[in-house]
């Protein structure tokens, strides 16, 4: 299974900087284009680290992005416990970047199996290629079917993993034996207990999360 971002076209046939990923030229030069896109990347990345979601009483409950994060404490419904260093700016101010969030009101959450999406694989998978085993951005990975969906293969938690362009064009249409690629590990659903996992896993990185991973 393969995935090609189509190219936008300006009115005049030619392809737009923007989709291309460089600032339209100005006065700045190309170093200046250069720079631009720099701090745009780093800012990417930034809202994608992972943030720790504590229920209203303190217990851990998910994973998520910085953006998504950010939209919450924005909408009023989760508070910041937990600050990075690091700031993000709006067009009137900026704001902290938050590490650790808590609801607001307590919500229930079913011991069930989450739902299968592409966010939920990529969280599973660690945003990490599960052929060459190297770290993407978001954007930069895509789902492959493990076995192939023209064999047969279905769309579920066994059978998708998270894996980067080059990688899923090595493999094509084939099983990872026949293209010559090893998965790192064999797909899983994604559980609670693959949530406290992954939880465990990113606080022995980050000590801001660790006074709350008390189970």
């Not at 990347?41 to 930034?46: F, G, H, N, V």
């Not at 899983?188 to 992954?198: A, E, G, I, N, V």
């Amino acid at each position: 299974m393969s995935a090609k971002r189509p190219d936008a076209v300006d009115p005049r046939g030619s392809k737009s900087p923007e989709v291309l990923g460089a600032a339209a030229p100005d006065a700045a030069g190309i170093d200046g284009s250069r720079s631009f896109n720099t701090a745009r990347a780093r800012r990417a990345s930034l809202m994608q680290e992972p943030v720790l979601v504590l229920n209203a009483t303190f217990e851990p409950i998910n994973v998520t992005a910085v953006r998504r994060a950010m939209v919450l404490l924005l909408k009023g419904v989760a508070q910041a416990e937990e600050l990075h260093a690091s700031e993000v700016h709006s067009s009137s101010r900026a704001h902290k970047v938050p590490s650790v969030i808590r609801l607001l009101a307590y919500r229930h959450i079913p011991q069930q199996s989450r739902a299968l999406s592409r966010k939920n694989i990529l969280l599973r998978d660690r945003n990490t290629c599960q052929f060459c085993g190297r770290i993407f951005s978001s954007g930069e990975l895509t789902l492959d079917h493990v076995m192939p969906r023209s064999r047969g293969g279905r769309s579920s938690w066994e059978n998708l993993v998270a894996c980067c362009y080059r990688c899923n064009n090595q493999k094509g249409d084939r099983t990872p034996e026949e293209a010559g690629l090893k998965l790192a590990r064999r797909p899983r659903p994604f559980t609670l207990h693959t949530s406290r996992q992954l939880m465990r896993l990113i606080g022995h990185r980050d000590e801001r999360w660790r006074k709350y991973l008390f189970y």
